[in-house]
């Protein structure tokens, strides 16, 4: 085990996975599901577009994310479990995908919307990892020693996932799981925050003396076990589509983020700036929603500076290898974009509905205590 060098970061990168993962309060209150398979909350019609939805504090826990164009994943409990949920925009109705006894902290979605990663935890020291097929089926399941959990899912191969273990006194250990071999191996990394860069090789970021200019692309090759330096530096963020990369670089000179969008295959490329924000101490990496291995949607500060004094809202755009599209102002908020790219789910519990065509933004999720 090895002692985090930047506790400071970590502690933050954490809080925010924390606030994603905070469950409600415990099971007293009555849960919203009287129904074995459907929730019984009416939709509110509150425009042509979209309806919403009315759920309880007791029952709500998060949105995972959209499963398809039509059907969003919630993480719903029910009558003393947990449950995977799935509500379909258009006919207004709920299904139950799959129940645990043990509550379920959140979930991810592979990208190829069939498997369904779910993080579940009875007690503040471990945390069992679940596996779970759209139709609901379990495929694996894994256990851990942790008081928090990081993890990578591959882009496209979801047999690969990287999970990092933190304890109680900031120590942690990483490891590569294959499930198709159900080998699970550990690593020697410095930076626990790891990504996949393609299927024998992460990615981590290797901080320089100031926070403030950036860090270098390292690579790790899981079957050597050795470090190779990329020499992209001034990075602050770097994310794997599948059949591309985004790499955000800051320009500390001119406040600015520069972004290089690439295709792996082509090596076609597209590259723009944005005004750069920050927390005093580090840049905020900007809200990004991938919809498909070349488009994603992207929420860019209106003006540079520190987070405290800059505008809540921003500019959201539509990014691909042909170019930037901004559709308009929205709040500068986590967004969650639907598959065909029409839709966007915003906010810490993604109660936002934006349309993105015309650009409307309203409440969709409505909490009653």
């Not at 959201?316 to 102002?329: A, P, Q, T």
Request: charged share 20%; aromatic share 12%.
């Amino acid at each position: 085990m090895k002692k985090i060098g930047i506790l400071i970061i970590f502690v933050m990168l954490l809080q925010g996975c924390s606030e994603s993962k905070m469950t409600k309060k415990e099971n007293e209150k009555t849960a919203i599901v009287d129904n074995a398979s459907a929730l019984t909350s009416t939709p509110k019609k509150a425009s042509k577009e979209f309806s919403a939805i009315s759920l309880t504090s007791s029952s709500f826990q998060s949105v995972i994310g959209w499963l398809s164009n039509d059907e969003i994943l919630f993480i719903i409990f029910d009558k003393g479990k947990w449950t995977v949920q799935s509500y379909s925009v258009s006919n207004h109705l709920w299904k139950i995908i799959y129940t645990s006894t043990v509550p379920i902290i959140e979930g991810f979605i592979h990208p190829n919307k069939e498997l369904i990663l779910l993080h579940t935890s009875n007690n503040s020291s471990s945390a069992e990892v679940q596996i779970i097929h759209k139709n609901g089926y379990l495929v694996q399941s894994l256990s851990f020693e942790s008081d928090e959990l990081y993890m990578d899912w591959h882009p496209t191969n979801p047999n690969l996932i990287v999970f990092t273990t933190f304890y109680e006194d900031w120590t942690y250990n990483t490891f590569v799981y294959n499930s198709s071999t159900q080998n699970l191996q550990s690593i020697e990394v410095e930076n626990p925050f790891v990504k996949w860069y393609d299927e024998d090789h992460l990615m981590l970021l290797r901080g320089s003396d100031s926070s403030l200019d950036g860090n270098e692309l390292i690579l790790y090759s899981i079957s050597e076990k050795s470090l190779k330096e990329t020499g992209i530096m001034h990075l602050i963020d770097v994310q794997n589509f599948g059949k591309s990369m985004l790499y955000i670089q800051i320009n500390e000179e001119k406040k600015l983020y520069e972004y290089r969008f690439m295709d792996n295959e082509k090596q076609s490329s597209f590259e723009w700036t944005s005004p750069a924000i920050s927390n005093y101490s580090e840049w905020l990496v900007p809200t990004i929603s991938s919809v498909n291995p070349n488009q994603f949607f992207l929420i860019k500060g209106l003006e540079s500076g520190n987070v405290d004094e800059s505008s809540d809202r921003g500019i959201l755009s539509s990014i691909s290898l042909d170019g930037e599209r901004e559709l308009g102002e929205v709040l500068a908020q986590p967004i969650a974009c639907s598959p065909n790219g029409e839709t966007c789910l915003g906010g810490y519990e993604k109660e936002y509905w934006i349309q993105l065509n015309p650009l409307k933004e309203n409440v969709w999720i409505h909490i009653d205590e």
